[in-house]
């Protein structure tokens, strides 16, 4: 059984301003679990920023309590908050890297504020930029590096001081998608190399989709739904699931009498036709409606609807035949993108 690194029982955050008073979050309940790749998404404002400034306590909950390796932070003194925190590092969309320090300097910047020794300090920044490929430019400032490099620099200023959790917001926003992926991948690299738990805030699906084995969505401050990232994927449960799952929103909003099937690719070999060879076998053409498939390391990841033939043979016919090629598949009653 997993064993809890991470519980949030009940939490709430309100801001209060002069004239009005903001529930940013509302009867949170979770548990990230040690080694997890844990997604936390949601769309703009929906809460996921405060949450992840609730864990590690930068803000403080109004109510609830957050639990960290079995410490209730809500009740730690201001002192050993600071000791607490050193085990939860975080990295940001914009780096917030010191301009006037090099990529060496900017990791060692931590340990030097916890009074590691100089050449002790330089010895693991030098095995850190290696980690992250970037053993060559360690004397390279911020503005002479790529944000993909930026963001290796503050991967590995955030590993400076051993954590047990790293908190991603919004750490891959800023990027091109060649460069998230990269990113992703690094993350997945430094998850399954030194066991870290990593929470992934963000509002893209895909970035869920491609690192994380569980996922929490958030919307209107309340958790919506949580679970594997698999189980959600396929089968949304709520409306603020289907919004970020499927293509525009819920696929019932785009009825027109037809029948569709909505086929999940979750890691089958990307050089396997499989459409093709369905058509092949089943002797008759199918309109593709809609598709959002990307290929990593050679396998394919991401969904399709295609409109079925009319014929109820037919179609019978090709949604065994998907599901004996070992996918996900349901029907949709039409859908037109």
């Keep these: 059984m997993s064993e809890a690194i991470i519980e949030i029982n009940s939490l709430c955050k309100t801001f209060v301003t002069k004239d009005r008073q903001v529930n940013a979050l509302n009867n949170i309940n979770l548990t990230i679990n040690k080694g997890d790749i844990f997604g936390i998404i949601g769309m703009s404002g929906a809460g996921k920023s405060t949450l992840v400034r609730c864990i590690n306590m930068l803000e403080k909950p109004t109510d609830g309590t957050v639990f960290f390796d079995g410490t209730d932070l809500t009740k730690l003194s201001a002192k050993k908050l600071r000791e ?36 002790a300090a330089k ?32 991967i590995a200023r955030a590993l400076a001081t051993n954590p047990k959790v790293l908190l991603c917001d919004e750490a891959t926003s800023a990027l091109d998608p060649k460069t998230t992926t990269s990113i992703l991948k690094l993350l997945k690299d430094i998850n399954k190399r030194l066991g870290i738990t990593i929470i992934i805030i963000t ?14 969505i958030i919307a209107d401050s309340q958790i919506a739904e949580c679970g594997r990232v698999e189980d959600i994927f396929y089968k949304p449960q709520t409306a603020a699931a289907q919004k970020l799952v499927y293509p525009e929103g819920k696929l019932t909003d785009k009825l027109i009498g037809k029948r569709c099937m909505r086929i999940v690719f979750d890691g089958n070999s990307s050089f396997e036709p499989v459409i093709a060879n369905m058509v092949l076998e089943c002797k008759a053409p199918v309109n593709i409606m809609y598709a959002d498939t990307k290929n990593i390391d050679g396998k394919a990841f991401g969904q399709m609807v295609v409109q079925l033939p009319q014929d109820e043979n037919l179609a019978k016919k090709m949604f065994s035949y998907v599901k004996a090629k070992g996918l996900s598949v349901e029907e949709v009653t039409g859908y037109v993108g």
């Design 84 to 119: 607490v925190r050193r085990s939860m590092s975080m990295i940001f969309q914009q780096f917030n890297l010191m301009m006037q320090r090099t990529a060496e300097q900017n990791i060692c910047f931590p340990m030097e504020l916890e009074g590691v020794d100089k050449k």
């Design 123 to 154: 010895e693991k920044a030098k095995e850190l930029l290696k980690m992250v490929g970037l053993e060559d430019r360690a004397k390279a400032y911020p503005s002479q590096l790529s944000g993909g490099q930026k963001q290796r620099v503050a």
């Design 203 to 216: 509002h893209q699906m895909s970035v869920i989709e491609e690192i994380c084995n569980r996922v929490a």
